[in-house]
């Protein structure tokens, strides 16, 4: 199988900006997480998606934003980009919705100018 | 919300040491993570365990639920096993919270 692939894999924007980034989780995945790792803060839970409903937020203000479609690809967006947005954001995706090993993706670097 | 406390934050070894790194949480869980994370930034998961140990390879993971406490043990360390090591448990909304990751660099 396919692993998880995000894209795109490099991301240059200026404040102000919007972006969009886009993850496809492994084939028979239905629920996809979305990270933020960052070097002061780590790693941080942004969202996680199951059949298309948005099942838990992490403590994100609201210009971060997702959805998921119905072939379990999921997109994440963030609005009114800031200078503190520049991080890696990674994608995982996971077969069910218990706890179980999930796989990630390469991660889209964002930098934020 | 669940504390997560890893220790070393930095290793250095020489190849073939017995590496071992350690996880404590706050709160009681159903499942620890272990991950690793190479410096392209790609995230392998390890290990998920709910009791007991855990064995692939040469990496062993350990968890005493009553003390709250997992370890990562690493046997014959290679240069190959640098990377960051990060310990995940579930919130109580199942969301994953991390350790802040320990930096293995084995020396040939």
């Known amino acids: ?113 | 919300k669940n504390e997560v406390e890893q220790s070393p934050q930095n290793l250095t070894a020489q190849e073939g040491e017995f590496i071992t790194i350690n996880c404590s949480y706050s709160v009681g869980i159903s499942a620890l993570h272990w991950l690793q994370q190479h410096p392209g930034g790609g995230i392998v998961s390890l290990f998920m365990l709910s009791s007991g140990k855990k064995k692939h390879g040469r990496l062993i993971a350990t968890i005493n639920i009553q003390e709250k406490h997992s370890s990562l043990h690493i046997t014959a360390s290679h240069p190959r096993d640098s990377a960051v090591y990060i310990c995940a448990v579930p919130g109580s909304a199942r969301q994953l919270t991390f350790g802040s990751g320990t930096q293995l660099t084995v020396l040939p």
């Open chain 1, 1 to 113: 199988k396919a692993g998880v692939t995000q894209t795109p894999r490099y991301l240059i924007k200026t404040r102000g900006q919007q972006v969009t980034l886009s993850c496809s989780p492994i084939s028979g995945h239905r629920s996809v997480s979305w990270y933020q790792q960052t070097p002061g803060q780590g790693l941080q839970f942004l969202f996680e998606y199951f059949s298309e409903t948005q099942r838990n937020k992490g403590n994100f203000p609201g210009r971060f934003s997702g959805r998921q479609f119905s072939n379990s690809r999921s997109e994440m967006n963030v609005s009114t980009l800031e200078l503190g947005d520049s991080a890696l954001y990674l994608c995982a995706s996971k077969a069910g919705e218990l706890q179980e090993t999930q796989y990630f993706g390469p991660g889209t670097r964002l930098l934020v100018l």
